[in-house]
């Protein structure tokens, strides 16, 4: 079975360019998650989807990010503009859903984003 | 804002050694897992401990949680060098299946 997927691996760019990253979860998946991970340190979750409908984005930066999740599948995260502080790696992680005992999270390995 | 600590930073033991790296939270929690994240790779998923168990084992892992004192701790037993990694505890609240995560212990493991 296939994991997380997530493209692309690695984003080089420079500041105020837009970027966008993808994800598509595992088969069966109704939870979806974006997090953030800045050098040494533990992930953050920028924003949590039941299916189509953003749960929790609580801690997304709002006037620089976006994100969707058509159909309630795959999910794309935005920024625009690009900033230099928000190189890191952005993680997406996939679940099966509310109500289940031991929410097992998936994630996957990850984009790399550089601003320059 | 992360809720859970662990400590140490940063360990660098021989193989064969056990590791031992401990976390500790704020608020009631309904479960807390524990997270391996390799270089330049993704977390992996490890172990959970719910909040009314106190022990738990899978394979060389052994964690134990003490609700008492808001901590949790991971055994490795019998390190291996492909146990390098980051090793991360998540706390998990319940109701919206929302991880909290620590800011991880680099593990180093020398042949």
């Known amino acids: 079975e296939a994991g997380v997927v997530q493209s692309p691996r690695y984003k080089i760019i420079e500041k105020k360019q837009p970027v966008a990253f993808w994800c598509n979860p595992i088969?069966?998946?109704?939870?979806l998650y974006w997090y953030l991970q800045n050098l040494g340190q533990g992930p953050e979750l920028l924003i949590r989807?039941?299916?189509?409908?953003?749960?929790?984005d609580s801690q997304l930066p709002k006037d620089r990010f976006s994100a969707e999740r058509l159909k309630g599948v795959d999910s794309t995260l935005k920024i625009q503009p690009a900033e230099l502080g928000d190189s890191a790696v952005y993680l997406c992680?996939?679940?099966?859903?509310?109500?289940?005992?031991?929410?097992?999270?998936?994630f996957g390995p990850g984009t790399r984003l550089t601003v320059l | 804002s992360q809720q859970g600590e662990e400590d140490p930073q940063a360990l660098s033991i021989q193989e064969g050694e056990n590791a031992t790296m401990n976390c500790s939270y704020k608020?009631?929690?309904?479960?807390l897992q524990w997270y391996r994240q390799n270089s330049g790779r993704g977390l992996v998923h490890l172990i959970l401990?719910?909040?009314?168990?106190r022990e738990k084992h899978s394979g060389r892992l052994r964690v134990t949680l003490d609700t008492s004192k808001k901590s949790s701790s991971l055994l490795i037993t019998a390190s291996r060098a492909a146990d390098t990694a980051s090793y991360f505890c998540?706390?998990?609240?319940?109701?919206?299946?929302?991880?909290?995560f620590g800011k991880g212990t680099m593990l180093l493991v020398s042949p």
């Open positions: 401990i719910r909040s009314n168990e």
């Open positions: 989807y039941e299916n189509e409908e953003a749960v929790d």
């Open positions: 088969s069966g998946h109704n939870t």
């Open positions: 992680a996939s679940s099966l859903g509310e109500g289940v005992e031991d929410n097992e999270q998936f």
């Open positions: 998540a706390t998990d609240f319940g109701g919206y299946s929302t991880l909290t």
């Open positions: 608020t009631s929690i309904n479960n």
